[in-house]
T-cell receptor, first 117, second 112 residues
Framework: AQKVTQAQTEISVVEKEDVTLDCVYETRDTTYYLFWYKQPPSGELVFLIRRNSFDEQNEISGRYSWNFQKSTSSFNFTITASQVVDSAVYFCALSELFTGGGNKLTFGTGTQLKVEL | KAGVTQTPRYLIKTRGQQVTLSCSPISGHRSVSWYQQTPGQGLQFLFEYFSETQRNKGNFPGRFSGRQFSNSRSEMNVSTLELGDSALYLC???????????FGPGTRLTVT
């Protein structure tokens, strides 16, 4: 069975600090996708990034960066120079691929990030 | 391009009643999935529809059902509501090839 672990329940930082959100996953599949989503208080899950299992290149998008390490089954997310608007719950998710096609995401329990002035 | 829309946004129902939630996917997306989010269980997969057929199903009782129409819009129905069904119900749509799921704002269901 697939499993995603986000051990950090809540993180508090002061604005402009860098922060890393950890994600560890378990799967028997050789092909899979990993995702990060942001959930602000409004409730909508906002897509941030997708990474497939064959692409271990790190990615940077503005203040966001992601480090995928297949050897340790981790897909960590770093926010550089955090801002108050980054305050939200962040979810890591793993996509299970079915023979007949389809999309099913297994989510971690989320990390509540609070950025204070 | 318009995002995923869900109606209604908020709903209050009484135990034993039934409820229908609606989801309109992003134009061109044929896959629609439903998720339940509760403080205790987190985000859990309910089911996925593709081309009007349920393709995958999570571990929820038969009281939870859904359907998809020819225009890819989807509805989810919960019958005989229980207090534990109170949750945020999120709908997501995606293109088959890239598997990126885009979520709607959710419907917050409260069962009293």
């Amino acid at each position: 069975a697939q499993k995603v672990t986000q051990a950090q329940t809540e993180i508090s930082v002061v604005e402009k600090e860098d922060v890393t959100l950890d994600c560890v996953y378990e799967t028997r599949d050789t092909t899979y996708y990993l995702f990060w989503y942001k959930q602000p208080p409004s409730g909508e899950l906002v897509f941030l990034i997708r990474r497939n299992s064959f692409d271990e290149q790190n990615e940077i998008s503005g203040r966001y960066s992601w480090n995928f390490q297949k050897s340790t089954s981790s897909f960590n997310f770093t926010i550089t120079a955090s801002q108050v608007v980054d305050s939200a719950v962040y979810f890591c998710a793993l996509s299970e691929l079915f023979t007949g096609g389809g999309n099913k995401l297994t989510f971690g329990t989320g990390t509540q990030l609070k950025v204070e002035l | 391009k318009a995002g995923v829309t869900q109606t209604p946004r908020y709903l209050i129902k009484t135990r034993g009643q039934q409820v229908t939630l609606s989801c309109s996917p992003i134009s061109g997306h044929r896959s629609v999935s439903w998720y339940q989010q509760t403080p205790g269980q987190g985000l859990q997969f309910l089911f996925e529809y593709f081309s009007e057929t349920q393709r995958n199903k999570g571990n929820f009782p038969g009281r939870f059902s859904g359907r998809q129409f020819s225009n890819s819009r989807s509805e989810m129905n919960v019958s005989t509501l229980e207090l534990g069904d109170s949750a945020l119900y999120l709908c997501a749509s995606s293109l088959e090839r890239d598997r990126e799921s885009y979520f709607g704002p959710g419907t917050r269901l409260t069962v009293t």
